[in-house]
């Protein structure tokens, strides 16, 4: 079991950085090597990723399902999936939050995770997944933070 504790700090309004974390399809921009396929009747989404683990690339299809609380500006993603060879299961639960942040004006966003990785791969993955972890949430982050840096108002987009 992996999990994942990280907090991301944007220098936009919660308003701002909500509308981008609530729409799964601009999300997916924000994530490298992530694609979003179709939306299933069921609400879940066939996706996509690519992960780099050293000199290894996997790649994972998953069946991907959004929950969100607009009042409490709340959100919550389950996957569930297999590697290309299929020889590698992942199962995740991630929940974050957008809060408003006073010093310096702008969001933060804790994230929390749990992932769970079964079958070949498992153990080169859980191996390297903090450095994996820490290197998508930076890239996540800065283009989460570009994203929502149109948005925001100058007094903060400046600072």
Known sequence: M??????????????????????????????EGAALGERQEDGSYD?????????????????????????????????KGKDGIGGTRVQSLMKFSVVERLEPPGTAVPITAAVEISGKLATLIEGGANLVVKRMVDDF?????ARCAAGAPAEIRDK
């Not at 991301?8 to 399809?25: C, K, M, R, T």
């Not at 982050?141 to 933070?145: D, E, F, P, R, V």
């Open 2 to 31: 992996i999990e994942v504790h990280e907090q991301i700090e944007v220098p936009a309004a919660p308003g701002a950085v909500w509308e981008v974390l609530s729409n799964p399809h601009v999300v997916v921009e924000c994530v």
């Open 47 to 79: 996706a996509s990723l690519v992960v780099k683990f050293g000199p290894a690339k996997v790649s994972f299809k998953a069946k991907v399902a959004v929950d969100y609380d607009a009042a409490a500006m709340t959100g919550s993603v389950s996957a």
């Open 141 to 145: 982050s800065q283009k989460l933070a």
